[in-house]
T-cell receptor
Framework: LAKTTQPISMDSYEGQEVNITCSHN???????ITWYQQFPSQGPRFIIQ???TKVTNEVASLFIPADRKSSTLSLPRVSLSDTAVYYC??????????????FGKGTLLTVNP | SAVISQKPSRDICQRGTSLTIQCQVD?????MFWYRQQPGQSLTLIAT?????????ESGFVIDKFPISRPNLTFSTLTVSNMSPEDSSIYLC???????????FGSGTRLTVV
């Protein structure tokens, strides 16, 4: 899996849009980008996955530039309950022999009132 | 996505004893994964469990310490053997449910060894 780099922590306020950027300079042609969210005392939860351009679901948006060397997870109008650790993972989802998730340190997002 | 029931949710154990953690999934899955998350740290994969075969362990983890059973396509157990305080961690099971890398995790077992 390609190595990823994220900020260790971020602070925000309720109602703001939060953008968390992940660098993955060595991303391979077949690699996808996946984001997970982990609340304290819970297992990680799949948020979103994408390959290029923009992906949006009911929870977040994922922006991937043309060179794919980075990606940005966008959380619209965060609330206190969005305080969590966010992990960015990169890997070839079509490679049947490469199914392992390798978690980096993640980004601790703290949403303040 | 699948629903995972993991038991126990937490336990406090004496050193030298063993604890078996159970993971039940509400649908059949080929692979189940066991992770460890030490306090304040990220997740580390312990092993992959396929039904009908020996589990595959990651570097640094051995079967004698973390024996795994996978009797059917919806259930697995992880045993933490001969525990020491260094084994105090959260242990999580996981299955693939939303395509590759779209995994569902159990809520974890918080283990404290005293």
């Amino acid at each position: 899996l390609a190595k990823t780099t994220q900020p260790i922590s971020m602070d925000s306020y309720e109602g703001q849009e939060v953008n968390i950027t992940c660098s993955h300079n060595n991303i391979a042609t077949n690699d996808y980008i996946t984001w997970y969210q982990q609340f304290p005392s819970q297992g990680p939860r799949f948020i979103i996955q994408g390959y290029k351009t923009k992906v949006t679901n009911e929870v977040a948006s994922l922006f991937i530039p043309a060179d794919r060397k980075s990606s940005t997870l966008s959380l619209p109008r965060v609330s206190l309950s969005d305080t969590a650790v966010y992990y960015c993972l990169v890997g070839d989802i079509e490679d049947g022999s490469n199914y392992k998730l390798t978690f980096g340190k993640g980004t601790l997002l703290t949403v303040n009132p | 996505s699948a629903v995972i029931s993991q038991k126990p949710s937490r336990d406090i154990c004496q050193r030298g004893t063993s604890l078996t953690i159970q993971c039940q999934v509400d649908s059949q899955v080929t692979m189940m994964f066991w992770y460890r998350q030490q306090p304040g740290q990220s997740l580390t994969l312990i092993a992959t469990a396929n039904q009908g075969s020996e589990a595959t362990y990651e570097s640094g983890f051995v079967i004698d310490k973390f024996p795994i059973s996978r009797p059917n396509l919806t259930f697995s157990t992880l045993t933490v053997s001969n525990m020491s305080p260094e084994d105090s961690s959260i242990y999580l099971c996981s299955v693939e449910t939303q395509g590759r890398y779209g995994y569902t995790f159990g809520s974890g077992t918080r283990l404290t060894v005293v």
